[in-house]
């Protein structure tokens, strides 16, 4: 009887382990990392990250994008998610700018939505990126940008893009947002 039971505690510590095992990269089925840089401009504004998508192999559930942005003190344009249609921002989590704790994070991230049927994007998401072309003192910081299908799941196709653009000049007297850019093609 006692052996019994001892196995039996054996079993239920086992079992008890396994669930206690942190799952890595559950339902990732792909991974695109980006790099970009205001290149053709004099500012230091990058993003750098990785788009990880989770699903199955027939079906997209879930989109998540990281990213560590990094913005000129000069630089009024930032840095923008395009974030295409039939999905949809479900959480943005963003800490940029970081090291000024007078300042609030969620005060330089803003998301803006599309209402044309001919665009492929619907949503775009600006982080630190001032309309009213003055710029806001630049800084760095992490951002987090959770995306889900307006259907139960996606098929992955050919046109399934982010869109990512960083920078901005006056160019022949116009002011230009977005100076470079780049789309991420998912699956």
Do not use: C
């Not at 206690?20 to 990732?28: A, K, L, S």
């Not at 991230?109 to 949503?123: E, G, L």
């Amino acid at each position: 009887m006692l052996i019994a039971i001892g196995f039996v505690l054996f079993l239920l510590n086992i079992n008890t382990n396994e669930t206690n095992e942190p799952v890595v990269n559950g339902n990732i089925i792909q991974v695109k990392n980006f790099d970009l840089d205001a290149k053709s401009t004099n500012l230091k504004t990058r993003t750098e990250g990785a788009i990880f998508v989770e699903g199955e192999k027939e079906q997209i559930d879930h989109i998540k994008i990281v990213a560590h942005v990094e913005i000129d003190p000069t630089d009024w344009g930032g840095v923008a998610f395009y974030i295409p249609d039939q999905w949809s921002v479900s959480s943005i989590t963003s800490s940029y700018p970081e090291h000024q704790s007078k300042l609030k994070p969620a005060d330089y991230v803003s998301t803006w939505k599309n209402s044309s049927n001919d665009s492929s994007w619907r949503t775009m998401i600006e982080i630190g990126r001032e309309r009213d072309i003055t710029a806001n003192g630049g800084g760095t910081g992490i951002i987090v940008i959770d995306l889900s299908p307006d259907q139960k799941a996606v098929i992955p196709s050919e046109s399934l893009k982010i869109g990512i653009e960083v920078g901005s000049e006056e160019k022949d007297g116009k002011k230009v947002m977005g100076t470079d850019s780049v789309e991420i093609p998912v699956f």
